[in-house]
């Protein structure tokens, strides 16, 4: 009887090794939840390296970074547009501004890619922002749509250094 439950418990926990064995194969290659990366560097490419303080038309530098996590290669778009605090920034739909600049990059599954971005901004104020948007080439619709993917960063514009 005992060498039975013996028998028993061993073949479940070789069964139960041969599932954690075979289960990475097995998945190897998919994506359960694909998603797309959008973040924004300092000209250092650090986090919280950030200009707060610009000067109307003159030039500064940042980093953008975009990671592909959809499982299959993907061209993408991202676009600055200027705005203020009056302006509904959403999720599902892009915001309504004039398009400053846009970089275009190719980025394989798994993969991510870091764009260095040299701007310059208009108008001396305070409370502006710098909108970056994610957009991904449908091959559908044969073009870019927006991938619901958003950053923003916060600054004042002077008229004079």
């Known amino acids: 009887m ?3 439950d013996l028998k028993s418990v061993t073949l479940i926990i070789l069964l139960a090794l041969a599932v954690i064995a075979v289960y990475p194969i097995l998945n190897e290659g998919r ?3 694909p998603f797309s990366e959008l973040g924004v560097l300092g000209a250092n490419g650090k986090i919280g390296d950030y200009p707060r303080q610009l000067v109307s038309g003159q030039n ?3 980093t953008l970074y975009v990671g592909n996590h959809e499982g299959r290669v993907e061209y993408y778009r991202v676009v600055a547009k200027l705005s203020d605090e009056t302006s509904n920034v959403s999720d599902v739909s892009p915001l309504d501004a004039q398009v400053k600049a846009s970089w275009e990059t190719i980025i394989s599954s798994g993969s991510n890619s870091t764009i260095p971005v040299r ?3 208009g108008s001396a104020g305070l409370n502006r922002r710098l909108v970056f948007e994610l957009w991904r080439y449908d091959v559908a619709s044969h073009d870019f749509v927006y ?3 958003w950053t923003q960063l916060w600054y004042n514009v002077t008229a004079t250094g």
């Open 2 to 4: 005992i060498d039975d």
């Open 119 to 121: 701007l310059s901004v």
């Open 147 to 149: 991938d619901e993917r």
């Open 60 to 62: 500064f530098n940042l």
């Open 31 to 33: 994506v359960v939840e």
